[in-house]
């Protein structure tokens, strides 16, 4: 094949000193085989070494997606990727080895030593021969609680990981990744709670280690009350107190103590000293020179403990104590933390940092025994200064006819569900200044990624149906500051509801409530969103076609928190998900389309992240679990049918993760399911309108027809990410026919109900067909196939009529007071909100043309209405 040349850059920017950084980039169909090698050169045409993998792969063999690693220093704003032998640069070998007993990584300037079993999953971090971290294990506390006679009784009982799996998962000449399985369990008796895995990501010659932790829960809701968790290391350190040192990153800078103060009565500022110790910097006394200041500042308390605590999304204290017998004593009060903690003495240090620290309060840091020979840092996840996880649900009832939720059924179990939490670890030879500190905090907390240009993804074809912005006409001007006012009100709208938190980062609410200017956060159905109209997907098509950062950044969010704390990756209900409640795992009804791999992969594809691709390969069998949970089960209890499934969502959602599946390993079996269903729908006289629930054989994957009894409503089939798994699908399989039954389920929802009764020999009608806006992409796509100017005029209709789209526009937010001021919109929800959008980015792609069309324009009093304010 021909050589392929890309340009990729940094999301935001780059780093200012070698950094390890991992990336995924799309190719067009046909232009890479899986056995061209790739080469990386910088702006000024200097080779950058690079590791690089193949992700998933075009039906011809091609290869669709590649993983890259490489160490770069940030000194160019842009690099080009390419293909051929001819750019082939030669590379040392991999960095790890392994024993019976541990696995050693030598990144060239740290050796990290991961044990294969024990308590301990940290054996020991060496810089320059020294250990600078050792005994690194995982941390959890539980409580119990009692209440009898009156009296209540809180007891905590500590836990720590066990080892039970230690996997080399990667390991190239850039980047080694190892994987941990492992579970907790008390210190003093057998009994063990949450699951974890934790992976490892080294790159060569440098010295920082990122870790992504998933936790899972495991336990009982009524009895298992988690009160912290977290990890913990031992650090040595020498010196003496006054040169060892703590440091937090707060709000905008470096908060700086020592173990013990150079400032005394007499002694103010020590010559200068004093400034300097306060800045982490060592400080060199001798009896001859500074005997007076030795005499004093050694009869200063000596400060063994420290802790900074982010108890809530706008506030975080720090504390510190001589010793665990004494009490703590406030040190100062802050805002937001950066969620850094750096601990060092006269020479080694090490730095520990969490990714969202104030996003996903309460989460602490803490530094133990400062003065010792080896201090214990602990970096909690969840404080233990917090009230413990409570997991119960929020009512002992159900409530299906005044609130929404799906089922009479009491569900509510976070059993099997997790939360992935991602922290860096810097080890230092020396004494760091705050401005690295700061500039390490930086590129944790902001996205350190390359990507592509939007032109380059959107013509490679990879990732479905949607447009490149375009203002070239007062129309599409119009429709792109609409979806730009969109998005914006959901960035502020976070910030304003204060959507943060352990369990709730990443989601959105469901349906806003005018009369208490409040969302309808305690109405059953109506609260978190839980990826109820695929936000999600709608958020993933505006970062591809902007490449802004702040969009990646609320996607990916969404992303890390719909797929594990709303899914269940174990237990009765592994491979679905949770639909919209009070609580994310409230509600009675789990589905597969809440967990479907078309919600996610795109963070996958874009970041190589592994934990996501565990989540794409744990739902490729997901139509599995509703062999023993029928979706359809309220319909029919009894029939002859082992269990039921709509086309859509429920089909659709498993189109969707056996495509992922498909595309990712090349393993026909999924493919083969997927051209299964698509033949059986060929074969029955309404193809794709048919059902729309179907019968359905968990261990053949086989649609079984029922006929045309009308139960389930056609926008369920195409209100959850359906029309874009499918189109995708399309992409991939050339199958003229399926196109066709796309355009025709597209061209069939705006018919007029005698048109449809027609059509369909009576058996289908309006009634079926509600909220046709969610269409508009497929009667876009209608229109696109069949060159049809009056279908494409039918879709733009369904987007801007505001009676039938029910999205007010222009979206514009208002001034309030209630209980403070605010801004809303009155009208909102998310599930209006997403499908606009998302119809809207497929429909300027698919019959963005149409819009020119001045007698269109002019019959759409909505359009006109928008283009004047």
């Known amino acids: 094949m021909e050589v392929t040349k890309m340009k990729i850059k940094w999301l935001n920017k780059q780093p200012k000193e070698q950094k390890g950084v991992s ?67 030669n590379q040392s070998s991999s960095f790890v080895n392994e024993t019976d007993d541990v696995i ?73 990744v190892i994987k941990v399985d492992g579970i907790h369990q008390s210190l003093f008796g057998n009994e063990t709670l949450l699951p974890f895995v934790i992976r490892f990501y080294f790159y060569r010659n440098t010295t920082s280690i990122r870790a992504v932790y998933t936790l899972f829960y495991d336990g009982q809701p009524e009895e298992d009350y988690i009160k912290g968790v977290g990890l913990e290391f031992a650090v040595p350190l020498a010196g003496e107190a006054f040169n060892r040192h703590v440091r ?24 200068g000293l004093y400034d300097k110790q306060i800045k982490g910097e060592v400080v060199n006394l ?79 840091l803490e530094v133990n025994d400062l003065s010792n020979s080896i201090a214990k840092l602990t970096v909690w ?45 810097h080890f230092f030879a020396n004494s760091p200044s705050n401005e690295e500190l700061m500039e390490r905090t930086s590129e944790l907390q902001s996205p350190l990624l390359l990507v592509c240009e939007p032109e380059y993804y959107y013509n490679t074809k990879a990732l479905g149906i949607w447009s490149l912005p375009d203002r070239s006409t007062p129309i599409k001007a119009m429709l792109e500051e609409q979806l730009d006012e969109a998005f914006h009100f959901y960035k502020n709208e976070i910030e304003q509801r204060r959507w943060y938190g352990f369990w709730h980062y990443g989601d959105v609410m469901h349906t806003y ?38 969009v990646f950044i609320m996607a990916e969010a969404m992303t890390r928190h719909t797929s ?64 023993t949970l029928d979706p359809m089960r309220e319909f029919y209890p009894n029939d002859q049918y082992e269990t039921h499934a709509r086309v859509g969502p429920d089909w659709a959602a498993f189109c969707s993760n056996w495509f992922s599946e498909w595309e990712r390993t090349e393993n026909l079996a999924y493919k083969e399911k997927i051209i299964s269903g698509i033949e059986t729908l060929k074969k029955l006289p309404l193809r794709l309108l048919s059902g729309p629930t179907f019968g359905y054989d968990p261990d053949t994957s086989t649609l079984l027809h029922m006929g045309e009894d009308g139960v389930g409503a056609y926008h369920m089939v195409i209100a959850f990410g359906g029309p874009q798994a499918w189109m995708d699908i399309a992409g991939s399989i050339e199958d003229p026919e399926w196109e066709e039954m796309l355009a025709e389920f597209g061209e069939f929802y705006v018919l007029t109900n005698e048109e449809k009764i027609k059509r369909s020999n009576g058996v289908l009608h309006d009634k079926q067909f509600s909220l046709p806006m969610l269409a508009a992409g497929m009667v876009a796509y209608a229109a696109a196939k069949k060159k049809d100017s009056r ?32 801004e809303e919109i009155p009208s909102i929800t998310t599930n209006t909100t997403s499908q606009w959008c998302l119809n809207t980015i497929v429909s300027l792609e698919l019959i963005g043309e149409s819009l020119l069309d001045k007698e269109f324009q002019e019959s759409v009093t909505l359009t006109r209405k928008c283009l004047n304010e």
């Open 381 to 425: 996840l969840w404080s233990p200064d917090a009230e413990a996880m409570d997991f119960r649900h929020y009512n002992k009832d159900t409530h299906v006819i005044s609130a929404y939720e799906g089922f009479d059924e009491m569900r509510a179990t976070p059993y099997g569900i997790s939360n992935t939490s991602e922290v860096m670890f």
């Open 513 to 550: 409530d005018p009369v208490r200017h409040q969302w309808r956060y305690d109405l059953g159905g109506f609260a978190w969103q839980n990826t109820e109209l695929v936000p999600n997907i709608w958020l993933w098509y505006s970062f591809l076609r902007s490449g802004r950062e702040d």
């Open 248 to 271: 937090f990153v707060g709000d905008e800078g470096i908060y700086s103590e020592p173990a013990q103060l150079l400032l005394t009565r007499r002694h103010r500022n020590a010559e």
């Open 791 to 822: 279908l494409a005029r039918k879709a733009w209709e369904l987007l801007l009529n505001e009676e039938i789209s029910e999205m007010v526009l222009p979206i514009k937010s208002q001034k309030l007071h209630a209980w403070r001021e605010l």
């Open 564 to 627: 594990e704390v709303d899914c269940y990756h174990f237990g009765e209900y592994k491979g679905l998900g949770s639909r919209h409640n009070v609580v994310h795992w409230g509600c009675g009804c789990k589905e597969a389309r809440i967990s479907m791999a078309g919600l996610h992969k795109y963070y996958y594809f874009l970041t190589t992240d592994e934990r996501t691709r565990d989540l794409l390969s744990e739902v490729r069998d997901a139509d599995q679990a509703i062999a």
């Open 23 to 89: 990336w995924g980039v799309p190719w067009p169909k046909g232009t890479l085989a899986r056995e061209e090698s790739l080469s990386l050169k910088d702006s000024s045409n200097k080779h950058i070494p690079v590791q690089s993998w193949p992700m998933a792969f075009w039906p011809d063999g091609s290869v669709k997606w590649t993983g890259h690693a490489a160490v770069m220093a940030g000194d160019s704003d842009t690099y080009e990727l390419s293909s051929g032998k001819e750019n082939a640069i």
């Open 104 to 176: 050693e990584v030598d990144t060239g300037k740290l050796i990290f030593t991961i044990n294969k079993k024990g308590n301990c999953i940290i054996e020991s971090v060496k810089r320059e021969g020294k250990t600078v971290a050792e005994a690194g294990r995982l941390i959890a506390r539980k409580e119990e609680r009692t209440h009898e006679q009156g009296i209540k009784t809180i007891k905590e009982i500590t836990l720590q990981s066990t080892i039970k799996q230690v996997e080399i998962e990667q390991s190239g000449q850039v980047r080694t």
């Open 286 to 364: 001798t009896e001859e020179d500074h005997g007076p200041l030795l005499e004093h500042a050694t009869q200063n308390a000596i400060w063994n403990d420290f802790k900074m605590t982010q108890d809530s999304a706008d506030h975080y204290r720090i504390v510190k104590r001589t010793g665990e017998e004494h009490s703590w004593i406030e040190s100062t009060h802050g805002t937001r933390a950066k969620g850094l903690i750096y601990v060092g003495g006269r020479d080694n240090g090490v730095a520990v940092g969490v990714k969202d620290f104030w996003q996903k309060q309460p989460s602490s």
